[in-house]
């Protein structure tokens, strides 16, 4: 169960000559609830991501985690996290043992203690059997979950994952998630995530939908579908006729393709619908409210554009055996 605040954000704000990243942010995250964060390209998300890490300093505000404020005391907020970027970060010329034992180093994780806690690491990310062979040999899939080991080493309390199953095939997505919860279960932890799929929002404890540097809405995924979602018909008319007919009927409606999609505004509307047209459409859904509906209405984009696709090209080229895997 999510507990008391463990990341606090009052009046955060950052810039970047004339453009404004970040707009006076407050956020509470809770211990141990995974939280999304959502937002088009250039939101803010990964400007948010880096001031919680201390790599960038804001303008303006606070933040703090764990109880300590990551501008004065740096190190300490430092401590608790663990992070998976969203560019490959492993150092591919080390082995996967290597890796996660420099980085336990780094953390001043107790050698007496570090076997363990690397061995228990890779037990999780299934990657036990791969501890002594180089970065470089491993595929995609298996580098972000060596990621994934690598950011909870040191017994971080936050992880946060930027993007962490962009680019990989849905099979590894899934595997990357079940990892998350299994570890969720084993102990206190909070995920905090930006992410491009909207499924993996579903499985969040609640979402933030941050717009242009500013937080547009943030609740539970069932509560942002009540709020800020609406029900829909999407139907195929037979002819050209029935379409005109269907779209001067509803002015709110909007062909989409072949189809027509008109939103529902109560519960006596779709049989009122197909009393009128049942026999001048071909196919008839009714679509329940959906995130990508919620971040569509808040945003005016869709939660997959154009640079998101890019980025994962890139990723899927490392994935063929690119410059990421060579
Ligand atoms: N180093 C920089 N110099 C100038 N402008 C920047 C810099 N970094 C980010 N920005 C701008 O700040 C805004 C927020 O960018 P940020 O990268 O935080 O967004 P994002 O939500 O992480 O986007 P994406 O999903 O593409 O990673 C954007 O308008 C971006 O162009």
Request: glycine fraction near 8%; include cysteine.
């Amino acid at each position: 169960m999510p507990g008391a605040p463990i990341i606090e954000l009052r009046n955060l704000g950052k810039h970047y000559g004339n453009t404004v990243a970040l707009n006076d942010i407050n956020l509470d995250i809770l211990d141990n609830e995974a939280f999304a964060l959502l937002g088009p390209n250039g939101a803010g998300k990964t400007t948010l991501l880096h001031i919680l890490c201390s790599i960038l300093t804001p303008d303006t505000g606070t933040a703090i985690i764990a109880g300590f404020d990551v501008v004065r005391q740096p190190l300490k907020a430092r401590k608790h996290l663990g992070v998976v970027f969203q560019e490959p970060s492993l150092d591919d010329r080390l082995t996967v043992y290597e890796n996660l034992d420099f980085h336990c180093l780094i953390y001043q994780v107790p050698a007496r203690e570090r076997k363990a806690r690397i061995a228990d690491v890779l037990d999780l990310v299934e990657l036990s059997d791969w501890r002594d062979r180089l970065v470089r040999t491993l595929s995609s899939g298996m580098k972000r979950r060596l990621e994934i080991a690598r950011a909870l080493v040191h017994d971080s309390r936050i992880v946060f994952l930027d993007e962490p199953t962009v680019g990989l095939d849905v099979q590894s997505r899934a595997r990357i998630w079940d990892y998350l919860n299994e570890l969720r279960q084993r102990r206190r932890l909070t995920l905090v995530v930006t992410t491009h799929y909207i499924e993996e929002v579903e499985n969040c404890d609640r979402a933030c939908i941050i717009d242009q540097g500013q937080v547009m809405a943030i609740g539970t995924p069932t509560s942002l579908k009540a709020e800020y979602g609406h029900r829909s018909l999407r139907v195929i008319p037979i002819d050209d006729g029935a379409r005109r007919e269907i779209l001067a009927a509803y002015p709110e409606s909007i062909q989409y393709g072949d189809e027509v999609v008109i939103p529902v505004p109560d519960d006596q509307f779709a049989g009122a619908f197909l009393a009128r047209y049942g026999n001048r459409v071909g196919e008839f859904v009714l679509d329940t409210p959906s995130l990508e509906q919620v971040f569509l209405a808040l945003t005016g984009r869709a939660l997959r554009d154009k640079e998101a696709s890019g980025r994962e090209r890139t990723y899927a080229f490392g994935q063929r055996g690119g410059e990421h895997t060579r």
